[in-house]
């Protein structure tokens, strides 16, 4: 089992957030020199961020990636060409397939307190698939998938890389067999015997079993 926590990372940003980078995959970000991880399957970046009081990205674009918002504290309005308008408050996930289309969005923090997100992306399985826009609102208790899985679905964006997010209450469990990446989001948690807390993330090559020993939101990305 390999562990990075946030204490090994140089704090980074733009714009108008900062951020810890966890996951910068090599295939993708070649001139990148940090502890952080390489990525599993097609997923290729992982990003803890906090948005400066009415911070914002900027308007930008994207091409041939999923881009994975995931609200933890505050709140975001969602400006872009896809599902322009939307709001975002703590526990809602955004998905953003670019696709062969492309988007442009801006992320922007509409309060005087700073909020956090945390942002994933994932390469497409297959090249030139067409521009589209998800939420959901994974529930306490409950293990939510948000990303992955085959093309007979359309309940979530096609590919063999899967996202769940684990909103564990205290005292729940919940176990992964096959090779995954975790990142603790928020709580603290037992790990195949091994106590963590959040903003953790953790690489385990056969099995996880993970008890909460606290309301923890616990996000897992693997291959089908």
Known sequence: MQVLTEKELTLGGFAGLTEKRFVTDRRVFKQAKSKAFDGIGNFIYLADANFQPYGETHMHGHREVDVISVMMDGNIKHQGSL??????TAGDVQVQRAGGEGFEHNEVNPDGAPNR???LWVAPDELGEPAGYKVYSPEPGKVTKIYGGSKRQDEHFYSRTEIVVAK????????????????VASGNVEINGQQFQEKTLIREAEK??????????????YVS
């Open 208 to 221: 996880l079993s993970i008890s909460a020993q606290s309301n923890a939101n616990v996000i897992l990305v």
């Open 117 to 119: 997100m945390l942002q």
């Open 168 to 183: 564990l209450n205290q005292g729940q469990s919940h176990e992964h067999v096959g090779e995954v990446l975790a990142y």
């Open 83 to 88: 599902g322009h308008g939307g709001d975002l």
